[in-house]
């Protein structure tokens, strides 16, 4: 039987808000380690996908 492999750690996919000028991109973090309540932001903190579309003003 194949050994099932461990869990390595967590990809958390969130927004910022609609208070930052950004806020509406998406953004990534990864857990440290496999602890679901410590993250390490990825892209430096920048968004990862960043929409062109929207309101415009």
Same mark, same amino acid.
């Given at each position: 039987?194949?050994?099932? *492999? *461990?869990?390595? =750690?967590? #990809? /958390?996919?969130? /927004?910022? +808000?609609?208070?930052?000028? %950004? +806020? *509406?991109?998406?953004? /990534?973090?990864?857990?440290? %380690?496999? %602890?679901?309540?410590?993250?390490?932001?990825?892209? @430096? =903190?920048?968004?990862? #996908?960043?929409?062109?579309? @929207? *309101? =415009?003003?």
């Amino acid at each position: 039987m194949r050994r099932q *492999e *461990e869990y390595a =750690g967590y #990809l /958390f996919a969130y /927004f910022k +808000g609609e208070a930052h000028a %950004d +806020g *509406e991109q998406i953004y /990534f973090a990864l857990s440290i %380690d496999n %602890d679901p309540l410590h993250w390490r932001e990825l892209n @430096g =903190g920048r968004p990862i #996908l960043a929409s062109r579309l @929207g *309101e =415009g003003e």
